[in-house]
């Protein structure tokens, strides 16, 4: 399994763009990039998932450069309630377990 | 469309009692997993199953612990005798059959255990 690696925290302001990058350089050729969001006291959350170059959804969007080596999230105009904290995955179809590393923890504030 | 739901919400337990922890997936959703995280430590996969059948066990600690899923619909988990390591937050997520939706599984909200 591909090792990620995250910033173990971020902090923003409301209304500001976020972008959390993760690095995984070995990831496989048949691997794709997910990513969890997780608030207190409740179960993860899938947020996005991408292969390469840009996915974009109704809560955030996900840029992945031609090497895939690392993938960056990108949260538009955070508010308060976007404060939590965000896992990277990476893995293969064939396998559906989930790998969660330590995440970052995003804090925003007024 | 109800979500992923687990019981209890917190269970308190003395050292070598048993406690069932249960989950109730997504109806229609053929594959459910159990994960756990333990004090500082990251989300672990425990095991799968894909309806009644486990997929994948690899994750389970030891032979303490015991999954099932009778009929292929909720699944319990049972920690038999519970040890102090055992305390933690225990996770069930669900996703429906197919490998291009297995990735996006919905969580439930977890089982706080404490081992006392």
């Known amino acids: 399994l591909a090792k990620t690696t995250q910033p173990i925290s971020m902090d923003s302001y409301e209304g500001q763009e976020v972008n959390i990058t993760c690095s995984h350089n070995n990831i496989a050729t048949n691997d794709y990039i997910t990513w969890y969001q997780q608030f207190p006291s409740q179960g993860p959350r899938f947020i996005i998932q991408?292969?390469?170059t840009k996915v974009t959804n109704e809560v955030a969007s996900l840029f992945i450069p031609a090497d895939r080596k690392s993938s960056t999230l990108s949260l538009p105009r955070v508010s308060l309630s976007d404060t939590a904290v965000y896992y990277c995955?990476?893995?293969?179809?064939?396998?559906?377990?989930?790998?969660f590393g330590k995440g970052t923890m995003l804090l925003v504030s007024p | 469309e109800a979500g992923v739901t687990q019981f209890p919400s917190h269970s308190v337990i003395e050292k070598g009692q048993t406690v069932t922890l249960r989950c109730d997936p997504i109806?229609?959703?053929?594959?459910l997993y159990w994960y756990r995280r333990v004090m500082g430590k990251e989300i672990k996969f425990l095991l799968h199953?894909?309806?009644?059948?486990?997929?994948?066990e690899s994750g389970m600690p030891n032979n303490r612990f015991l999954a099932e899923r009778t009929g292929g619909t909720y699944s319990t988990l049972k920690v038999q005798p519970a040890e102090l390591e055992d305390s933690g937050v225990y996770f069930c997520a669900s996703s429906p059959a197919g490998t291009m939706s297995s990735y996006e599984q919905y969580f439930g909200p977890g089982t706080r255990l404490t081992v006392t």
């Open positions: 995955l990476v893995g293969s179809w064939e396998y559906s377990t989930l790998t």
């Open positions: 991408g292969y390469k």
């Open positions: 199953f894909v309806k009644e059948s486990k997929q994948d």
């Open positions: 109806s229609g959703h053929d594959n």
